[in-house]
């Protein structure tokens, strides 16, 4: 039997072996805002192959479990350590490329948006999600991680109530990002190029698949371990 197996969440999965998200991006297994899912339940819904799926996993296991490529273990690392990292990392990421995404959105809409009429709908959620990040991504780095940071330094338990009272909305704000994500990729049947996309179009589409698997290893780390440490800490 091997180390996982489908009766596992999926963000259970992901924490314990990160690499395991590159096969759940190539199935379309939503591991961020459904990481409180059973794997099985996720396969059942994308009508997949159950001993595929977990051959799979564990045969990537087992060969790196031995291997010096592990990143950095966050369910040990500091709190603090942790939001700087996905500030530096992922909210960064945002900060500069969403800018660069709607401007490539609103130009294939104007070049293409007659005889493809889809790119009116990506333009729309594309910067329905735009402006919900950005809002989201204030509320964190005002809020939450300040108190989170302060707790760390002086273990002020209001400042540990403060922080958690956040998550039950902040999570609420991540479903809908991951929503918008899902809706991108059936607008676009699955980032299909159509034959008469130009190269703006094309990059366009890289880049909406490159922020869909950024804003998955983003809210990951948000929903399956920071906030589930901040539980953790009130007990």
């Known amino acids: 039997m091997g180390t996982f197996h489908s009766s596992q969440k999926l963000g259970e999965i992901v924490t314990k072996f ?43 296991y ?33 900060n500069a490329e969403l800018p660069r995404i709607s401007e490539l959105t609103s130009k294939i809409l104007r070049v293409h948006g007659e005889h493809h009429p889809e790119l009116s709908m990506v333009h729309k959620l594309f910067h329905t999600m735009k402006m919900d990040f950005e809002a989201h991504t204030i509320k964190e780095e005002t809020v939450q991680y300040p108190a989170i940071k302060e707790y760390e330094k002086n273990k002020a338990e209001e ?9 039950e909305e902040l999570s609420d704000e ?52 920071l906030f589930p440490r901040l539980m953790e800490l009130d007990k």
């Not at 961020?32 to 977990?54: F, H, M, S, V, Y």
């Not at 400042?159 to 998550?167: D, Y």
């Not at 950024?214 to 371990?225: K, P, Q, R, Y």
């Open 159 to 167: 400042a540990l109530h403060k922080a958690i009272k956040l998550n």
């Open 18 to 60: 990160p690499k395991v998200a590159d096969i759940f991006k190539e199935y379309k297994i939503d591991f961020c805002c459904g990481g409180d899912r059973p794997l099985l339940t996720a396969i059942k819904e994308q009508g997949l192959n159950e001993p595929e799926i977990l051959d799979k996993i564990n045969n990537l």
């Open 174 to 225: 991540h479903t809908s990002v991951g929503n918008i994500l899902k809706e991108l990729r059936e607008v676009t049947n699955d980032y299909k190029v159509p034959d008469d996309g130009c190269n703006t179009y094309r990059l366009t589409y890289a880049k909406l698949q490159e922020l869909e698997a950024e804003t998955f290893e983003h809210i990951h780390l948000e929903n399956n371990i």
């Open 62 to 94: 087992e060969k790196f479990k031995n291997t010096q490529i592990e990143g950095r273990d966050w369910t040990k690392a500091p709190l603090g350590e942790l939001v700087d990292h996905i500030i530096n990392v992922h909210h960064a990421y945002l």
